[in-house]
């Protein structure tokens, strides 16, 4: 069993050896200069058994503080949805479950299929024409719909709310690097879009209005507003939505939004840590040669039977890429995969009732924790299912001392925004019990007393 | 064979330039749209925007492939054919009349006798039009 983890045995080295003619693995490396090699065995412990090595990585996961044994108030981008079970299933199946998307149309119709399905959904959900087959993740959909935004404005600056969060603005950063589009900030000194320092910084060479809603803060912002100020200037709306929370909220795409990116992980999609996530991408018709990544179509065949196929990408990705104004060539086919079963599974009404539990136990949420001495609520403005909240403590200290408690309270802001050091980002999802967030609002009234 | 008017001139991609005043109409010729087969997406440039002669001033997509438009002529945009968005098949339909794609204001009006006459354009093509 020397080869315990490794596929090959030391018969087929052996004989791989032989039909190539070398006499040892040694041979292969001659060339390497002997100084730009290691000349002693990696530092490794001898392998563990399969029991042995099971128990070691339980034990090690066991450290974790994962939301299945902690009551997880955590959001920020990520959120602790139920994840229904056949989900599972479906993308276990072999068909579907492969380390490469399959996309040739006369192999791989039923992957095709579903694809499209994803995208008919999320263009319903997000009120826009055209979605394509998804991309990492809600940061670098966002920073693809910024290029986009400036490869069909030909204008270079691009006008940022500070609610969108600053994990994705950082990406977006990093993307408009490259072409030199230059990034202005928008204020939010009440958790939402401050409208007056918008419509000074938006003007003829901004190629977009970029917000999210609701945003970082949790805060809704008025995204009818922000349209009309984006298109009097000539530019793009890009709303940032959170698909999960569009059984309830208004279609972004309903109030003017041009583009409509997000993270589409709640839709069935585990938390992981963080990844893999799923960007969602949506537009209108009129963007439709200029959307980045994969699009599935429907068709007809020589006999005239409906299939699917790969469309319009002939530019970005095959005859014209010297051209290309996104050199993203792939998505999450098995995450969207996930996020249509979800949408499925759950249907409209299942889907509304996501968003209406959500909301309303994140209300009563903050209805509860804010009747505690000096907690409050930081912003003014309405929220949904993520609020954020000022402590009379430090909130890493609130964190650790009710982690002992297996509850999770929340994201502390001091790391993404210096002037909310005192602040706590607490999502709500479905999932959460009236016990529980009984029990949190206890359990931080004994740290803040 | 080839369709090639008389009073146009032409460039080795295949656009055609007709003075009109002093404005120049720009279009893509018969042979290049028999080339494209059936043009499906034609992307122009706004008015005012400026077009420099043998530089791409936009983008024809067919069924078979995406090219370039070419500039024939230097010059300000002063109207983009505002009906190809809609009906790129005006293109091979009529690539000569309703096809035509943008009507320019030369910098330099002289430019347009370095472009090939009918005569010589169809000599191109005949040899292949590469």
């Known amino acids: 069993m020397a080869n315990r983890y490794i596929a090959n045995t030391s018969a087929e080295q052996r004989e791989m050896l032989r039909t190539i003619g070398a006499a040892s693995i040694e041979d292969l490396l001659t060339k390497i200069p002997p100084k730009a090699r290691l000349s002693r065995p990696l530092a490794l412990a001898p392998a563990l058994s399969e029991t042995d090595l099971i128990r070691h990585l339980r034990a090690l996961a066991a450290t974790n503080a994962d939301a299945d044994r902690y009551v997880c108030f955590q959001g920020a981008g990520s959120y602790d949805h139920y994840v229904p079970s056949p989900i599972n299933h479906m993308i276990s199946r072999g068909e579907f479950f492969t380390a490469y998307t399959p996309y040739q149309p006369e192999a791989s119709q039923g992957t095709l299929r579903t694809i499209y399905e994803y995208q008919t959904m999320i263009a319903e959900l997000t009120g826009m024409d055209v979605a394509n087959a998804s991309i990492y993740d809600g940061a670098s959909s966002l920073a693809e719909a910024a290029l986009m935004a400036h490869a069909a404005t030909e204008r270079m600056e691009v006008v940022l709310a500070r609610g969108v969060n600053p994990l994705y603005r950082r990406v977006v950063a990093t993307y408009c690097d490259g072409p030199g589009i230059r990034l202005r900030d928008v204020a939010a000194p009440d958790g939402v879009l401050d409208a007056d320092a918008a419509r000074k910084l938006v003007g003829k060479k901004t190629a977009a209005l970029i917000v999210q809603?609701?945003?970082?803060?949790?805060?809704?912002?008025?995204?009818a507003a922000a349209a009309e100020l984006a298109h009097a200037a000539g530019a793009l709306l890009i709303v940032v939505a959170d698909p999960v929370n569009l059984g309830v909220l208004e279609a972004p795409g309903r109030l003017g939004a041009d583009i409509v990116v997000g993270e589409g992980q709640g839709l069935g999609v585990p938390m992981s840590?963080?990844?893999?996530?799923?960007?969602?991408?949506?537009?209108?018709?009129e963007l439709v040669r200029r959307i980045p990544g994969r699009l599935v179509g429907v068709t007809v065949d020589a006999d005239g039977q409906r299939g699917f196929v790969l469309t319009l990408q002939t530019r970005e990705q095959h005859i014209?890429?010297?051209?290309?104004?996104?050199?993203?060539?792939?998505n999450v086919a098995l995450c969207a995969l996930m996020a249509t079963v979800y949408m499925a599974l759950l249907g409209k009404q299942g889907l509304q009732r996501v968003g209406e539990l959500s909301a309303a136990k994140a209300h009563y949420a903050a209805e509860q924790l804010t009747k505690l001495p000096g907690v409050t609520l930081r912003f003014p403005s309405p929220f949904f299912k993520e609020f954020t909240l000022r402590l009379p403590k430090s909130p890493a200290t609130v964190m650790s001392r009710l982690a002992r408690k297996h509850i999770l309270p929340g994201v502390p802001l001091r790391p993404f925004d210096r002037t909310l050091g005192d602040c706590l980002l607490v999502a709500v999802t479905e999932q959460r019990t009236r016990e529980e967030i009984d029990a949190f609002a206890a359990a931080l009234a004994e740290v803040v007393r | 064979m080839a369709n090639v008017p008389g009073d146009l001139k032409y460039t080795r991609e295949h656009e055609w330039a007709k003075r009109e005043g002093d404005r120049v109409r720009v279009g893509i010729t018969h042979f290049a749209q028999e080339q494209l087969g059936d043009v499906v997406f034609v992307e122009l440039p706004k008015v005012g925007a400026k077009v420099t002669a043998h530089q791409a001033f936009g983008v024809v997509e067919s069924v078979k492939a995406v090219s370039d438009l070419f500039a024939p002529i230097s010059g300000e945009i002063v109207e983009a054919n505002a009906e190809l968005p809609q009906k790129p098949e005006t293109v091979n339909k009529d690539p000569y009349g309703k096809g035509w794609m943008i009507l320019v204001k030369p910098s330099n009006a002289a430019e347009l006798d370095q472009l090939l006459t009918a005569r010589q354009y169809e000599e191109f093509v005949a040899q292949g039009g590469h």
């Open chain 1, 213 to 223: 809603s609701p945003n970082f803060y949790g805060c809704l912002e008025d995204i």
């Open chain 1, 320 to 330: 014209r890429r010297a051209k290309a104004t996104s050199n993203i060539c792939t």
């Open chain 1, 273 to 285: 840590f963080g990844g893999p996530n799923l960007g969602v991408f949506a537009a209108k018709n």
